[in-house]
């Protein structure tokens, strides 16, 4: 059985830090692409970053790029989100994503990409 699980989430404040793990076991994505996506409360999932680990290239989303960084061990199956300079925006769920495969620049941030899901870890920001 495959499972992903995140851990590091928690109330923080405007502008504090916070970092997220995620280890995936069951399943190696050594050679792949692991990811996180966030929902906040009535919106859609969206992509935060991923790090494809062929060349541990990194992807950000404008809203996060600069303020958070990804990073991680693939061969621990083990990915990071470092978030600083947080902001109430910032609050929701996050979701740690894994891809058995690299991931293209335009296809990183498209959950159908990812075929399996950590359940998430609450992250809120207060002003």
């Known amino acids: 059985q495959v499972q992903l699980v995140e851990s590091g989430g928690g109330l923080v404040q405007a502008g504090g830090s916070l970092r997220l793990s995620c280890t995936a076991s069951?399943?190696?994505?050594?050679?792949?692409?692991m990811g996180w996506f966030r929902q906040a409360p009535g919106k859609e999932r969206e992509a935060v970053a991923a790090?494809?680990?062929?060349?541990?290239?990194?992807y950000y989303a404008s809203a996060v790029k600069g303020r958070f960084t990804i990073s991680g061990n693939n061969a621990k199956d083990t990915v990071y989100l470092k978030m600083d300079s947080l902001k109430p925006d910032d609050t929701a769920v996050y979701y740690c994503?894994?891809?058995?495969?690299?991931?293209?620049?335009?296809?990183?941030?498209?959950?159908?990409?990812?075929?399996?899901w950590g359940q998430g870890t609450q992250v809120t920001v207060s002003s």
């Open positions: 994503a894994g891809k058995t495969a690299g991931v293209i620049q335009s296809a990183w941030s498209m959950e159908q990409q990812y075929g399996y």
């Open positions: 069951g399943r190696t994505f050594s050679a792949g692409t």
């Open positions: 790090i494809r680990w062929g060349d541990r290239y990194k």
